[in-house]
Every structure is written in C-alpha cells, then in structure tokens.
C-alpha cells in the first residue's frame, strides 16, 4: 500500500514537472534561437552581413528583433517603440547602426528611423498626409526609399536625411560633408 501511494505520488509530481516545462511563458521566452515556433518574417540584411532585422511573432505580439550573425545573439532594441504600436518591413544600413522600419499609429502607417547609437526612434513622415509603405534605408544612412500614394497611385519617393548626418561607414571612419 505504502509503495503504491509513493508510486502515485512520483507519477504525479513526474506529470506536473512535465506539463509544467511545456507551459510558454512570453516574457521568459527563449530569445537564443534565430529560428521559433512562431511566425518569422521580413528579413534583412545589414551591409556588412553581419546584422539580421526580422518581424516575429515569439513574445506574444508583432516586433522587430535584431540578430547579431557573428555572435549569435539577439541585440536589444531599447527605445525602438513602445510597444502599443505594430512594427513592420524593417531595414538596415551598413553596419545596423540605423534601422528603418514602418510603424503602424493608430491605425495610420509612418516611417520610423532607429539610431542604434542614441537608442531613439524618430518619425520621419509624421505630417505626411499619405499613406506610405516599404522604407529601405541606404547602406550609408542617408537616404531612405518608400513607397507612397501621393498621386492617388503607388509611386517610389527618395527622403534625404541631408548632408550633415552622421554616415554609417563601415569601418567607423567620420567623413567631411559634401559642399554645397
């Protein structure tokens, strides 16, 4: 009787350890892999291959996760959005330091550029009065493509953050404006 009861007892602590190990906990996810269970999408490429920007679905909602190809580790986005909005179609510059991406705000689509350095987001189309759609940043940061509905019809614009930005150049090297 007495071994019968451990024996219950040791399938029943055996069973909860197990249903409890499969249980998923989103803020404790496992962020090592690049690779999830869950929906992974819109994959770029920073210049120098060594950055990977994606959209995941692993922490329960839509963001951008940033890969660190070398190191293989996820880099923290600090600062990136806050969260109540949806992130889409990222892109990287050379080295990643910038990382476009589209921003769903209340229920309007805008441009925003993430400076890895200062860790801030910055709308770029803010008072754009269209919709907009696939930001891709140049390999130097200064110039980002997209597309927009200006004329009633999909059409391709050019934003130039201008010439006195800091360029992402590959090997660090600060470069002199050009002259106007």
Partial sequence: MIIKIALIISNTLLLTGLLS???????????AGLNSRYNEEDPTLSGDGRWL???????????ILLYDLQERKFDDLDGLYTGQEIADTPSL???????????TIDGRPEI??????TRRSDLLTQNYRNSVKNPQISPDGRYIVFSSSRRGQWDIEVLDRGPNIELDIADGTLVDAPDQ
Wanted: glycine share 6%; proline share 3%.
């Fill in 93 to 103: 510059s050379r080295t990643a330091r910038y990382l476009t991406y589209l921003v």
């Fill in 53 to 63: 920007a994606f959209v995941s679905g692993r922490r329960g909602s839509r963001e």
């Fill in 112 to 117: 925003a550029l993430y400076d890895r350095l």
């Fill in 21 to 31: 190990s499969c249980t998923f906990n989103p803020e404790k996810s496992d962020l």
